[in-house]
Antibody, heavy 119, light 107 residues
Framework: QVQLVESGGGVVQPGRSLRLSCAAS????????MHWVRQAPGKGLEWVAV????????YYADSVRGRFTISRDNSKNTLYLQMSSLRAEDTAVYYC????????????WGQGTLVTVSS | DIQMTQSPSSLSASVGDRVTITCRAS??????LAWYQQKPGKAPKLLLY???KLESGVPSRFSGGGSGTDYTLTISSLQPEDSATYYC?????????FGQGTKLQIK
């Protein structure tokens, strides 16, 4: 069955960097667009970034553009989110999500990994 | 980016009640609208997509409607397990933005 497992979260100081990973299994990873979504403590869902199935197209939320980079390694069935210049407001649970189809919502989500930006 | 506005932000209802949540997009999204259910400490779960199509395994008491910029999620007969936060999401644009959420409590 489809599984998405995030890792890499933790406590990081403001201004520092962190890389999240999302290991995918149970589906043909290199044929689906993938997303990152985050949720600050007690808040709603915020879409963060998307990468096309082949890695050639990427798009970011205004709040992270220029600081975060989404990437993927289709040979390893893994999605990444490189986060730099982290701010306190980046504190959140970060989820990776699989897009159901072309022009479609998310049918599978990971369990999330918590990133805390604090000095 | 397209802004999504949900209402109400919270509501309380009794078992057996009919409940409706609304979602308004800042521009037309051609039925590219999904609804998710999220319970505390869990990832969101897809309930409906294309405004009214039920995801496999989702109970038929959940239904969706609307067009253009205005959409609804209806639970026909509320059950205790429906206590959760519900989010709409548009996927018309590349940035798949979410509404702010509606917290549903069971009286």
């Amino acid at each position: 069955q489809v599984q998405l497992v995030e890792s890499g979260g933790g406590v990081v100081q403001p201004g520092r960097s962190l890389r999240l990973s999302c290991a995918a299994s149970g589906f043909t990873f290199n044929t689906y667009d993938m997303h990152w979504v985050r949720q600050a403590p007690g808040k709603g869902l915020e879409w963060v970034a998307v990468i096309s199935y082949d890695g050639n197209n990427k798009y970011y939320a205004d709040s992270v553009r220029g600081r975060f980079t989404i990437s993927r390694d289709n040979s390893k069935n893994t999605l990444y989110l490189q986060m730099s210049s982290l701010r306190a407001e980046d504190t959140a649970v970060y989820y990776c999500a699989k897009q159901l189809d072309i022009v479609a919502p998310f049918d599978y989500w990971g369990q999330g990994t918590l990133v805390t930006v604090s000095s | 980016d397209i802004q999504m506005t949900q209402s109400p932000s919270s509501l309380s209802a009794s078992v057996g009640d009919r409940v409706t949540i609304t979602c308004r997009a800042s521009q037309g999204i051609s039925n590219s609208l999904a609804w998710y259910q999220q319970k505390p400490g869990k990832a969101p779960k897809l309930l409906l997509y294309a405004a009214s199509k039920l995801e496999s395994g989702v109970p038929s008491r959940f239904s969706g409607g609307g067009s253009g910029t205005d959409y609804t999620l209806t639970i026909s007969s509320l059950q205790p397990e429906d206590s959760a936060t519900y989010y709409c999401q548009q996927y018309y644009s590349t940035a798949h933005t979410f509404g702010q959420g509606t917290k549903l409590q069971i009286k």
